[in-house]
């Protein structure tokens, strides 16, 4: 006995009260095929089936996406499972039921029932919108009279649920192109280097260097402390130069695992580790034609070093899994806190990849190299928060900017936006005095006799006393990055020994 469906799509039912995946949420693939398993988990325990498996269409194509008792091995193929009925399921876009295939015309003589002994078999359509992507496949070898019309009602409300799922997995690889696109051209910059502020004679240097290889292909390395805007020179660079129309992807590579650094960089193959359900782009392919900032680029291993030479020697990458290359045209831009040619001389980095890399070097100053921009930057920062937030813009008093002036900014640039924010919100008026930059006291003026480097020392072991040797909380009252932090203390180290 069987029983079988007009081929309509499921109605359209008004919406949960909790939707199965909310709205703008980013799904990682490994979520995605988590929530397939689980779907499929609990049809097969809610109906008693003893298998189940989840296949969806590509083309004329059918690829497992969840399998339940079925073996790992043999989960592609559909020898495993009732073929008759998924193509029937596929081709009228109707759920099917069979209480007994082996007595079934259409399923008896079927190699497949045969040989797994199948006695009840349903089958339900996933849809989406009205579009049939794939089907929900359930047996049971053991009893006949297994399932039923209502178990098939369930099914279906299962695949409609497991479609949606299955569209997120198709979608995420776009829509993550999408927004690494979007994310360089939020923050493209005015032309002649606006958004870098400084008028001192070593941002000059920088400016005019800037200038001259903007308009060309070849790799820059920027170099200097954490903090004082490498990024925004990449960008600058970008957004000047004959690219500024393609794409603009920045990754940082510091303290990334290698495997996960591999994949974001040079993407992977469905199938290639667990939770690959699907081919993923690399963000070389997604700036192919445009320009790629890697940040920390001293960071990353010697297996990344390879095939980073590779790219820049041959234009090729080659996702991990793959055995195909794919060529794509990047204007590699790295930066650095770390003197890269040290890390060379040290066995740490390649020096073929060093010499490509540093085919022109940009160093940035630190802060405190160039005390003239102070002024004009924390003008600046406070214009630019005020901006932002709706909020007038306030004048800072001749005391505070002396204070900002002698200070020795550890954190540079970053360090001294991070706290003219802080000191416009706690400004009572309209006028940000000394108290309101929470510089201690004992910070506000340099003493004369004291080199600003020996300073840079008393400020940081001072403040790592004063938290009780907590170094994230130093870091954050310095506004310093951890990193630049345990830097600067080996550097110290090695110098008392």
């Keep these: 006995m069987s029983s079988t469906r007009k081929p309509t799509p499921p109605p359209r039912t008004e919406a949960p009260s909790r939707p199965l995946i909310e709205p703008g949420t980013r799904v990682p693939e490994q979520e995605v095929s988590r929530l397939l398993d689980t779907v499929l988990k609990l049809a097969v325990e809610m109906m008693n089936a003893d298998r189940g498996i989840i296949l969806q269409r590509r083309g004329e ?21 009732s073929s008759s009925m998924v193509r029937q399921v596929l081709k009228t876009g109707a759920p099917h039921l069979t209480h007994d295939a082996q007595a079934d015309p259409r399923f008896g003589q079927a190699d497949s029932v045969i040989l797994h002994q199948i006695t009840s078999m349903l089958c339900a359509p ?16 053991r009893d006949r009279q297994r399932f039923n019309d209502d178990n098939l009602s369930f099914v279906t409300i299962f695949a409609r649920m497991a479609a949606i799922a299955v569209d997120y997995a198709q979608s995420y690889g776009e829509l993550y192109v999408k927004k690494q696109l979007l994310q360089g051209e939020l923050d493209q910059l005015r032309p002649q280097f606006e958004e870098i502020i400084g008028k001192s004679p070593k941002m000059q240097e920088v400016f005019d260097l800037m200038r001259r290889v903007m308009n060309s292909d070849i790799s820059v390395l920027i170099e200097g402390e954490s903090g004082t805007g490498k990024e925004l020179v990449a960008r600058a660079l970008h957004y000047n130069g004959p690219r500024r129309d393609k794409p603009f992807v920045a990754q940082y590579c510091g303290n990334l695992a290698e495997s996960l650094l591999e994949s974001e960089l040079f993407g992977h193959k469905k199938g290639s580790f667990t939770g690959a359900i699907a081919d993923k782009k690399g963000l070389f392919e997604i700036a192919d034609g445009g320009t790629f900032f890697l940040d920390e680029i ?28 794919h060529l794509v045209n990047v204007r590699i831009i790295s930066a650095t806190n770390k003197s890269l040619k040290e890390e060379v001389n040290s066995g740490k980095f390649r020096e073929d990849l060093y010499y490509r890399l540093n085919v022109i070097a940009v160093t940035l100053p630190a802060l405190r190299e160039r005390a003239g921009d102070i002024p004009l930057l924390a003008q600046h920062f406070a214009k630019k928060f005020a901006e932002k937030n709706e909020m ?13 002036a002698n200070y020795s900014w550890p954190g540079n640039v970053r360090e001294l936006e991070n706290t003219m924010d802080r000191a416009i919100i706690l400004s009572e008026d309209d006028v940000i005095d000394i108290d309101d930059l929470l510089i201690p006291e004992a910070d506000r003026m340099l003493s004369p006799y004291m080199t600003l480097k020996a300073r840079e020392r008393d400020i940081v072991l001072k403040t790592l006393e004063d938290c009780g040797q907590n170094k994230t909380r130093t870091a954050e009252i310095l506004g310093v990055s951890l990193r630049w932090l345990h830097y600067k203390l080996n550097e110290w180290k090695s110098q008392n020994k």
């Design 61 to 81: 194509e059918l690829d497992t996406v969840a399998a339940h008792n079925i073996p790992p091995e043999s989960a592609g193929v559909l020898s495993e499972v």
């Design 126 to 141: 996933m849809y989406l919108d009205d579009r049939v992507i794939g089907v929900i496949y359930l047996d049971s070898q």
């Design 298 to 325: 001293a960071d990353i291993s010697p297996t990344i070093q390879s095939k980073l030479l590779r790219v820049l020697q041959e234009g090729e990458i080659r996702r991990v899994g793959d055995t195909e290359s």
């Design 392 to 404: 007038p813009v306030k004048r800072i008093s001749p005391r505070a900017m002396q204070v900002l």
